[in-house]
């Protein structure tokens, strides 16, 4: 079970909270206000948590949100998804991650705007050949980064709290919001979107079921201690950093741990946390970057897409092909877009396909509850408040942004045609849901 939780804290405690909690504080500018968006995000965490516990032990077998949907609402339900997820989900992200990395490079070295998007790209192409000709270099980053992001979280947690280096003053008045702050709405939607974005993740650990002994005991646990633990680190981290920086003071565009480094350490010792940050985020990228793909390759050999997504390189034997899409996909977002509208494009789809999947617990239920599957508890309320959250998220992003959303959504409907092409080259027998495979 430890590891299970370990995946879902590694998930979500990624690069969201290096980048979040400063813009988030900038634009409400309220202490309890602050609060009140992590803990609300919390809740729509745990909730879920408690749902996807039930789904997992109802198809303990690797695929997460994949299979829920194509065993809830069948195969083109299924496509679309991993249609989003090659073409807006995972170049979004990896694209978000990269301005993220660069943002903070740029408080070492002084790059400006343009010099951020040219060394977010080339990261990322970089990262990209890196994992078609050498993945065993990834994981090993990959061991390497998750220990120093916590010693970098730890390191200012510590020194801020044990050496008194902020004011408790910087949380009064505790509701009002100060000055220089967004009107609360459009502060509450930015704020709910940069929350929502740094809990993601948590959903991932059902996505290797299948690889786990007694996932039935252990994933239901893990999906909720994981989401406690996270909770907990992110209303710590974020409760010392306002007492460092007092919110009046907070640059919304400057990553929150150069800022309370310069507090805690001057300024040589911000720009070391910052480098510090940077190789946290270079190793995600190059993890990312290798995992992704892999959605979208195993779609394509059970003849879900297109072959050649499918094809490895004949010399290393990795899929070449699909990480080269994710990387020029990423590559083109980084240049055409900012970070906040680069998470509006792939949020507002990806929320869409993760209250679709959770909403297939109501779809399994009308079927029964067979032994071993563990019911979510609070059924139908849990769900039903899941889902309400899943549409406020939705509203804000397209409140905030609009063009970015509809255009993350215009680019997953464009699979719709292409499903057609092809299943209409696909044998019909591969194109049939698992569960029908066994059955028959």
């Keep these: 079970m430890g590891s299970a939780v370990a995946t879902v804290v590694g998930e979500s405690i990624a690069i969201g909270i290096f980048l979040t909690p400063a813009g988030m504080a900038k634009a409400l500018g309220s202490p309890f206000w602050l609060l009140a968006v992590w803990m609300l995000m919390a809740a729509m965490a745990l909730s879920g948590a408690l749902c996807f516990g039930e789904l997992s032990t109802r198809y303990p077998e690797d695929g997460g949100l994949y299979v829920y949907l194509r065993e809830g609402f069948g195969k083109r339900i299924a496509f679309l998804y991993g ?59 990959l061991r390497i980064v998750t220990w120093l992001k916590f010693a970098v979280l730890g390191a200012l947690v ?27 709405g459009p502060a509450l939607a930015v704020a709910t979107v940069a929350a929502f974005f740094s809990f993601g993740g948590w959903w991932d650990v059902s996505k290797i079921a299948g690889e786990m002994k007694n996932p039935e005991r252990i994933l239901p646990r893990a999906l909720v201690a994981g989401v406690l633990g996270v909770t907990a680190a992110y209303v710590i981290i974020t409760g010392v950093f306002v007492y460092l920086v007092p919110l009046e003071k907070v640059v919304s565009d400057k990553g929150f741990v150069a800022q309370a480094g310069e507090v805690l350490f001057g300024g040589p010792g911000a720009q070391l946390l910052s480098a510090a940050v940077v190789i946290c985020v270079l190793g995600s990228l190059a993890v990312l970057i290798m995992v992704s793909p892999r959605v979208y390759f195993a779609m394509a050999r059970d003849g879900l897409f297109f072959s050649a997504v499918a094809e490895t390189h004949p010399k290393f034997g990795t899929p070449s092909r699909a990480i080269a899409v994710q990387v020029v996909m990423a590559s083109l977002l980084i240049v055409l877009g900012s970070f906040g509208q680069i998470l509006s494009y792939f949020m507002f789809p990806a929320v869409i396909f993760l209250g679709l999947a959770l909403s297939t617990v109501f779809v399994f239920r009308r079927k029964g509850i067979p032994d071993g599957v563990v019911k979510t508890a609070g059924y139908p309320i849990t769900p039903v408040f899941f889902l309400v959250l899943v549409v406020v ?31 209409r080259k696909t044998s019909p027998a591969a194109l049939e849901p698992i569960a029908d495979q066994k059955a028959s």
């Design 393 to 423: 998220v939705l509203a804000l992003i397209v409140g905030h942004d609009p063009v970015q959303a509809f255009t993350g959504l215009g680019v997953v409907l464009l699979g719709l045609p292409v499903y057609a092409l092809v299943h």
């Design 83 to 141: 249609w989003m997820s090659l073409l807006v989900m995972d170049p979004g992200i990896t694209a978000a991650m990269a301005v993220g990395m660069a943002t903070y490079g740029s408080y070492i070295f002084g790059w400006g705007g343009v010099g951020t998007k040219i060394v977010a790209v080339s990261s990322v192409l970089a990262l990209g050949l890196l994992n078609i000709v050498n993945l065993r270099v990834s994981a090993g980053l």
């Design 158 to 184: 510590l020194r801020g709290l044990l050496f008194h280096l902020g004011s408790s003053h910087n949380f009064t008045p505790f509701v009002q919001q100060r000055t220089g702050s967004m009107p609360l």
